[in-house]
């Protein structure tokens, strides 16, 4: 039997998505402190109590606005992870490169962008610090979950706990230099300006390295970033 837009599981599925439309366009416009959920259920065109039905509150909106940020990312990721394997050797040499992909497909999406988005939506720091890191925290876990099946797809021999420790360390690493990046430059527009962007680049290969060397290249020199793949 095939759904049409009078099955109430359609409906509910449409009702979902106006209201996550909504509370992104109000977030984004106006950020974490720009909507009540009267002001969400206005812009979806529901009543109130339809958005109750699927969210919490305004910390849960939060939690969809910013996953369906990341995961627009996680898919523009997950396409460069299938292009950088798709034609792996067979052993251990195939499950390094597997993971070595993770890196260069990091390096081509626009990671910035998506922090910076991230960040308007959940307000400037303040006494929500704590709320706003969990949200974060939750969001990148997705990413790391989206990758796992995707590289073991790929690679299905690879070694369940270096993957593991692969994903954790970048995962954390990149909600790390995240902080730390928007530390240094606070009041971004969602146009990330050029020195910016550049410093991110810096950030994000200081953290590529570190994963590839290990403790014991601490010391080395970070090598230049690589010129795009033509």
Known sequence: MTATDDDPGTQ??????????AARSLATEHGAHGFTVDRVAEVAGVSRRTVFNHFTGVDQLLVAVCEEVLTEVTTELLDGVD??????????EGHHRALDALGEAAREVDLAAAIVTINHVLGEPGPQDV?????????????GSRLRERLLARAPGLDPLDLELTLCLLTNGLALIAGYWLQHHPSMTYDVPPGARTDWDVLLDRLLHRLRVGHAGATT???ERPAPHG
């Not at 509910?12 to 439309?21: C, E, K, L, S």
């Not at 292009?83 to 050797?89: C, G, S």
């Open 83 to 92: 292009r950088l394997t798709a034609d792996l050797p067979a052993g251990a």
């Open 12 to 21: 509910r599925d449409q009702r979902h998505r106006a209201i996550v439309d």
């Open 131 to 143: 709320r706003a890191a969990g949200i974060s925290r939750s969001a990148f876990e997705l990413v």
């Open 221 to 223: 020199t970070t090598p």
